[in-house]
């Protein structure tokens, strides 16, 4: 069963910087695309970052400079490093698998970790 | 910079059709942008439902269908049920490991 689980989110002072984790299992980890997509508070959902198999990184432009994503293949786990926060970063923060070949799309979803950035 | 649209809200009454849009602000949406649909209820995770654009997703009944029609990505929900009533986001893959999401579309079962 695949499981993903996020943790690192909090409340922060805008400018300051937090660490997200997504814990994976079930899958075999090294082998799929990491992805972030945040929520703003009663707003949709937001590509943020992808770490692909491949060990290319993607941003999004709105976190471009600010965030890196990362991942430890030996850890199962997928991090987002987040720095000079904004307001406007306030979100969900969702972890997402990756699909597996040329089928582009987000396989299986975390529940989320909630990250809120005071001005 | 090209955006993704859908309807913002869409009803249904229930065992009815409803088709929900996903479109360009310039362009054409076409299989190569891999259209995939996900459902959420509020203070939930995203569901996958659909992706390349007409594939259902694990366990999804099959009242979930997607499609090309005309110039937009389409879901179509078949004999609508109560517990349908959510909110359903489309993203399509605009290439170089970019992906952009519609702003949601809030479906009413009544």
């Known amino acids: 069963e695949v499981q993903l689980l996020e943790s690192g989110g909090g409340l922060v002072q805008a400018g300051g910087s937090l660490r997200l984790s997504c814990a994976a299992s079930?899958?075999?980890?090294?082998?799929?695309?990491m992805r972030w997509v945040r929520q703003a508070p009663g707003k949709g959902l937001e590509w943020v970052s992808t770490?692909?198999?491949?060990?290319?990184?993607y941003y999004a432009d709105s976190v471009k400079g600010r965030f890196t994503i990362s991942r430890d293949n030996s850890k199962n786990t997928v991090y987002l490093q987040m720095n000079s926060l904004r307001a406007e970063d306030t979100a969900v923060y969702y972890c997402a698998k990756g699909s597996i070949g040329k089928t582009y799309y987000f396989d299986f979803w975390g529940q989320g970790t909630l990250v809120t950035v005071s001005s | 910079q090209t955006m993704v649209t859908q309807e913002p809200s869409f009803s249904v009454s229930p065992g009815g059709t409803v088709t929900l849009t996903c479109g360009l602000t310039s362009g054409s949406v076409s299989t190569s942008y891999y259209p995939s649909w996900y459902q959420q209820t509020p203070g939930q995770a995203p569901r996958t439902l659909i992706y390349s654009t007409n594939t259902r997703s694990s366990g999804v009944p099959d009242r979930f269908s997607g499609s090309i029609l005309g110039n937009k990505a389409a879901l179509t929900i078949t004999g609508a049920q109560a517990d349908d009533e959510s909110d359903y986001y489309c993203v399509l893959y605009m290439g170089s490991g970019i992906w952009v999401f519609g702003g949601g579309t809030k479906l009413t079962v009544l």
């Open positions: 770490f692909s198999s491949g060990d290319n990184t």
């Open positions: 079930g899958f075999t980890f090294s082998s799929y695309a």
